[in-house]
């Protein structure tokens, strides 16, 4: 007996027939969940900051400690080696403690951690130290974060019917590119002004702030105080599984652990493995623009740490607002009666297309020339982000925290390979030439995998 899938069917009020009592309580609905999806924008824009605090400061920094480049790619990597191991821990958790809690100890966690980078000269006396306190530190920083985007799924799943899904997943991970547009410029003068260590300390600061902050405005939609009985019946109606956190914890708690059986059903699935490959090679081209990104335009373009942290800005306001279209798009095909799996799966592989433009800058000289053919490459990036509406749209109900931290899991495994094969490519090549041309063609793959092994998406339900 194989595992099988169902279509989810969304609510669509648009194309119903209403009754005037009903429209009467679809105007009166309160809208509580575009609060929690802005709360998950701000958190996941700080996530995406701390994760890049050291590609804004790495030229400094590396030139002040006489870090080469290939060190610098293992310190980049580190991030990737515990936000992957730590996944699947940290889905058990979500379906166990819910997302509210977990989430909360995740934001103080990695921002004390990020604190802690600021004052490692006060600690370490040779370049050999210093590697190993930076990696070691970013590999706390990754485990701390690796609750953070299976819970954003999670809670997108929980508050929005799955005709508002994709764009709502579209927004929050579109802040990975607000977080550079807002902060890389910040960050880069902090540096310039302040020098690095600054950098470290004002990110921890803040997001032990948000920590707080989370506590305060967080909730599931069954127990949110203010939430109306119309808002709660139209998005338990299209879709949302409003009840997440309450079934989810007691089936976690009665079985005591992981049921990895199931991770086993989900590895066994054609359709999910296709979506994991797809992610991984997704969040190569994410990776490379956190990391070596800034590296690049500084050494390969000549730009200064100031204007290499104002240029990056112009990629990430276009991958922004890719992300956020390609999430308008995917849900008004929805509505329009496309299928879910056309609307999901066109605007990917339109953006990942676009994406490979990126290797024309290996043939071109001209930096403001370059920030644009970078620019319309994040943007396709941007536009084809829509991996964890997918995984919401796909994820058993009894395991949604387990399920998005698997999919997390393959996906940032391209946190530890793409630093490290850059720097290497780097070092042997003498220039970033090879490493375009690596990251533009995890792009064609991930079209590979949407077009030919992916298939129908469809909500994947566990064999018991």
Same mark, same amino acid.
């Given at each position: 007996?194989?595992?099988?899938?169902?279509?989810?069917?969304?609510?669509?009020?648009?194309?119903?027939?209403?009754?005037?009592?009903?429209?009467?309580?679809?105007?009166?609905?309160?809208?509580?969940?575009?609060?929690?999806?802005?709360?998950?924008?701000?958190?996941?824009?700080?996530?995406?900051?701390?994760?890049?605090?050291?590609?804004?400061?790495?030229?400094?920094?590396?030139?002040?400690?006489?870090?080469?480049?290939?060190?610098?790619?293992?310190?980049?990597?580190?991030?990737?080696?515990?936000?992957?191991?730590?996944?699947?821990?940290?889905?058990?958790?979500?379906?166990?403690?819910?997302?509210?809690?977990?989430?909360?100890?995740?934001?103080?966690?990695?921002?004390?951690?990020?604190?802690?980078?600021?004052?490692?000269?006060?600690?370490?006396?040779?370049?050999?130290?210093?590697?190993?306190?930076?990696?070691?530190?970013?590999?706390?920083?990754?485990?701390?974060?690796?609750?953070?985007?299976?819970?954003?799924?999670?809670?997108?799943?929980?508050?929005?019917?799955?005709?508002?899904?994709?764009?709502?997943?579209?927004?929050?991970?579109?802040?990975?590119?607000?977080?550079?547009?807002?902060?890389?410029?910040?960050?880069?003068?902090?540096?310039?002004?302040?020098?690095?260590?600054?950098?470290?300390?004002?990110?921890?600061?803040?997001?032990?702030?948000?920590?707080?902050?989370?506590?305060?405005?967080?909730?599931?939609?069954?127990?949110?105080?203010?939430?109306?009985?119309?808002?709660?019946?139209?998005?338990?109606?299209?879709?949302?599984?409003?009840?997440?956190?309450?079934?989810?914890?007691?089936?976690?708690?009665?079985?005591?652990?992981?049921?990895?059986?199931?991770?086993?059903?989900?590895?066994?699935?054609?359709?999910?493995?296709?979506?994991?490959?797809?992610?991984?090679?997704?969040?190569?081209?994410?990776?490379?623009?956190?990391?070596?990104?800034?590296?690049?335009?500084?050494?390969?373009?000549?730009?200064?740490?100031?204007?290499?942290?104002?240029?990056?800005?112009?990629?990430?306001?276009?991958?922004?607002?890719?992300?956020? $279209?390609?999430?308008?798009?995917?849900?008004?095909? $929805?509505?329009?009666?496309?299928?879910?799996? $056309?609307?999901?799966?066109?605007?990917?592989?339109?953006?990942?297309?676009?994406?490979?433009?990126?290797?024309?800058?290996?043939?071109?000289?001209?930096?403001?020339?370059?920030?644009?053919?970078?620019?319309?490459?994040?943007?396709?990036?941007?536009?084809?982000?829509?991996?964890?509406?997918?995984?919401?749209?796909?994820?058993?109900?009894?395991?949604?925290?387990?399920?998005?931290?698997?999919?997390?899991?393959?996906?940032?495994?391209?946190?530890?390979?793409?630093?490290?094969?850059?720097?290497?490519?780097?070092?042997?090549?003498?220039?970033?030439?090879?490493?375009?041309?690596?990251?533009?063609?995890?792009?064609?793959?991930?079209?590979?995998?949407?077009?030919?092994?992916?298939?129908?998406?469809?909500?994947?339900?566990?064999?018991?």
């Amino acid at each position: 007996m194989t595992p099988t899938v169902t279509a989810e069917r969304p609510a669509d009020a648009a194309t119903s027939s209403p009754s005037s009592s009903s429209q009467t309580a679809s105007a009166a609905r309160t809208k509580k969940r575009f609060g929690i999806l802005a709360m998950l924008f701000m958190v996941t824009t700080i996530n995406y900051a701390d994760r890049a605090t050291l590609a804004i400061t790495g030229p400094v920094l590396s030139k002040e400690l006489g870090i080469d480049s290939v060190a610098m790619g293992y310190i980049f990597s580190a991030f990737g080696w515990s936000y992957v191991l730590a996944q699947l821990p940290g889905g058990w958790l979500l379906d166990r403690f819910g997302s509210k809690r977990v989430y909360a100890w995740s934001i103080a966690l990695w921002s004390v951690f990020t604190l802690l980078q600021g004052g490692i000269t006060f600690v370490t006396a040779t370049a050999g130290s210093a590697v190993v306190a930076l990696f070691a530190l970013r590999l706390l920083v990754g485990a701390g974060e690796a609750p953070s985007f299976p819970a954003n799924g999670r809670i997108v799943a929980s508050w929005f019917p799955a005709n508002e899904r994709g764009t709502a997943s579209a927004i929050f991970n579109s802040a990975q590119y607000f977080a550079t547009v807002l902060f890389s410029p910040l960050m880069a003068w902090i540096t310039h002004t302040w020098g690095w260590h600054a950098v470290f300390a004002f990110m921890g600061v803040l997001g032990l702030a948000f920590a707080f902050l989370w506590m305060k405005t967080i909730y599931s939609p069954a127990t949110h105080p203010t939430i109306n009985a119309a808002e709660l019946d139209y998005i338990s109606q299209g879709g949302a599984l409003v009840n997440m956190d309450q079934a989810a914890a007691a089936n976690t708690k009665a079985v005591g652990g992981p049921r990895w059986n199931y991770i086993g059903q989900l590895l066994s699935s054609r359709m999910m493995m296709g979506v994991y490959i797809g992610q991984y090679c997704i969040t190569t081209l994410t990776y490379f623009f956190l990391t070596w990104f800034p590296v690049y335009l500084v050494k390969e373009r000549g730009m200064s740490i100031l204007n290499a942290g104002f240029a990056a800005a112009a990629p990430a306001i276009c991958g922004f607002l890719g992300g956020v $279209l390609g999430g308008i798009i995917s849900d008004a095909l $929805l509505r329009r009666g496309a299928s879910l799996t $056309l609307a999901r799966k066109t605007p990917i592989v339109i953006g990942m297309l676009l994406s490979t433009s990126m290797i024309a800058c290996n043939y071109v000289s001209d930096s403001t020339l370059v920030v644009a053919i970078m620019a319309l490459a994040f943007f396709g990036k941007g536009l084809g982000a829509l991996g964890w509406a997918v995984v919401s749209d796909t994820s058993p109900k009894e395991i949604s925290g387990l399920s998005g931290a698997l999919f997390n899991t393959f996906g940032n495994t391209a946190a530890i390979t793409t630093p490290i094969v850059i720097g290497y490519l780097i070092k042997g090549s003498g220039s970033f030439d090879a490493a375009l041309v690596y990251v533009a063609a995890n792009a064609l793959v991930a079209v590979c995998c949407y077009l030919f092994v992916v298939g129908e998406i469809k909500r994947f339900e566990l064999r018991k």
